[in-house]
């Protein structure tokens, strides 16, 4: 057998998959979204409904606030982690990634008991205040179950990313008198770039398709995931659900490519 015949007998498995995986439903999709009363207009229909229009801000303001609140905590928390040596450092390590093993579904349940109708947070209120707060089930408590689940991902990619820094060039902005904060942020911050662009990305990405999550909790908020689902289950408006997917993961997509372009490094989002 030849080389090059031997090469394409090892793609064929990886054709078959691609194709038979990710072609055919994606296709499929496509033409369900075209099948509606409107057509390929229907496509639009996320711009110009003001429903679907006011979802789809709600969805891309709530990931870009759990992605910009996730950088901030993962980059200092990361940062110390691995520059750290203490005691409970593999412990808390495996505490703050542990999320990474919980279903949406489980988050949204945690959530609920932290600031639900009977949570923690509402029992505390009640007592001191008089009154109970509950947030679980608006963007508040969306935002917080997001940013519980993309605070594991996006650490890790920062810690593995301040294990690579030259630390020859902190300490040469050092010996040049550059201060603490100085270092950090011409130095530290700039070279971690790729890190955050990439980290970021993937936190996005999977905040704006997040259901388990948002099923659990999304009462008082409509995003484009619960959107999607009712209009296939309850609606059975087939159509609109397969234009909204089409436009979900457009954006998903375009954010995904960018960061890829910007970081240079191969950015896929965590599901």
């Known amino acids: 057998m030849s080389h090059k015949s031997f090469l394409w007998l090892c793609l064929l498995p990886l054709a078959v998959m691609t194709t038979a995986f990710f072609l055919l439903p994606m296709a499929r999709l496509v033409v369900t979204g075209a099948e509606g009363p409107q057509g390929l207009a229907g496509y639009l229909a996320i711009l110009t409904e003001p429903r679907y229009r006011a979802t789809l801000i709600n969805t891309v303001v709530l990931a870009a606030a759990t992605t910009i609140v996730t950088l901030a905590i993962s980059t200092v928390a990361g940062m110390f982690l691995q520059r750290h040596r203490f005691p409970g450092r593999a412990v808390l390590i495996a505490m703050l990634t542990f999320p990474l093993a919980f279903p949406g579904v489980v988050v949204g349940f945690l959530i609920i008991l932290l600031a639900g109708r009977q949570g923690l947070i509402g029992d505390l209120s009640n007592r001191v205040f008089g009154e109970k707060i509950v947030f679980a089930y608006s963007i508040y408590g969306l935002f917080l179950g997001y940013l ?3 605070i594991p991902r996006v650490i890790l990619t920062i810690m593995a990313a301040v294990q690579k820094l030259d630390v020859g060039l902190e300490e ?4 040049l ?3 603490p904060w100085a270092v ?3 130095v530290v911050l700039p070279a971690l770039r790729p890190a955050f662009v990439a980290s970021g990305a993937i936190a996005f990405a999977t905040a704006m398709g997040a259901f388990g999550t ?3 909790l999304a ?3 409509d995003v484009l995931p619960m959107l999607i689902y009712t209009e296939f289950t309850l609606a059975a408006n087939f159509s609109t659900a397969a234009a909204l997917s089409v436009g979900l993961g ?3 997509w375009a ?3 960018v960061a890829r372009s910007f970081s240079g490094a191969t950015v896929a989002a965590a599901g």
């Open 250 to 252: 457009i954006i998903a």
């Open 219 to 221: 009462t008082n908020i």
């Open 214 to 216: 948002a099923f659990t």
């Open 148 to 150: 519980y689940f993309s």
């Open 255 to 257: 954010i995904l490519a």
């Open 172 to 175: 040469a902005a050092r010996s």
């Open 184 to 186: 950090q942020r011409d």
């Open 177 to 179: 008198g550059a201060g």
